[in-house]
């Protein structure tokens, strides 16, 4: 895998994480109600608000969004930005897992865009922690 590839892998996973993290950091109520955005609506499908966990949620996502965007600094090496893509697998695998075991909450086309955006999420993950090459 290229450093260039896996600058962009970092790249969009940093604009992904601060997304979610802002708006759920900054907006739990709406995030609750209309997460993603677009007609869906992800996490109000799946228990009550609980605002304390969103928030967390969203601080989780800008930690994230930091080792991302510091894993793309031009003096970053090549462990830096696997060990990054650690981090977004550790999260991932059990945020995967849980949402793909609870997918009866969503319509089906939601259910589907849900699955593949957070497939993609752990696939870019794993493209991180591939051997780099340039």
Same mark, same amino acid.
């Given at each position: 895998?290229?450093?260039?590839?896996? @600058?962009?892998?970092?790249?969009?996973?940093?604009?992904?994480?601060?997304?979610?993290?802002?708006?759920?950091?900054?907006? /739990?109520?709406?995030?609750?109600?209309?997460? /993603?955005?677009?007609?869906?609506?992800?996490?109000?499908?799946?228990?009550?608000?609980?605002?304390?966990?969103? @928030?967390?949620?969203?601080?989780?996502?800008?930690?994230?969004?930091?080792?991302?965007?510091?894993?793309?600094?031009?003096?970053?090496?090549?462990?830096? @930005?696997?060990?990054?893509g650690?981090?977004?697998?550790?999260?991932?695998? /059990?945020?995967?897992?849980?949402?793909?075991?609870?997918?009866?909450?969503?319509?089906?086309?939601?259910?589907?865009?849900?699955?593949?955006a957070?497939?993609?999420?752990?696939?870019?993950?794993?493209?991180?922690?591939? /051997?780099? @090459?340039?």
């Amino acid at each position: 895998m290229t450093t260039r590839i896996r @600058r962009t892998v970092l790249l969009l996973l940093a604009l992904s994480a601060g997304f979610v993290g802002g708006w759920a950091l900054f907006a /739990p109520t709406s995030f609750y109600r209309s997460f /993603p955005g677009f007609g869906l609506r992800w996490v109000g499908t799946d228990g009550a608000y609980n605002e304390h966990l969103i @928030r967390d949620v969203g601080g989780l996502y800008l930690a994230l969004l930091v080792v991302s965007l510091y894993a793309l600094l031009p003096t970053a090496s090549a462990q830096l @930005r696997r060990m990054a893509g650690v981090a977004w697998a550790v999260f991932s695998t /059990p945020h995967l897992a849980y949402h793909l075991a609870h997918l009866g909450t969503l319509s089906s086309t939601s259910a589907a865009l849900e699955s593949i955006a957070l497939s993609l999420t752990l696939v870019a993950a794993v493209v991180l922690v591939l /051997p780099e @090459r340039d």
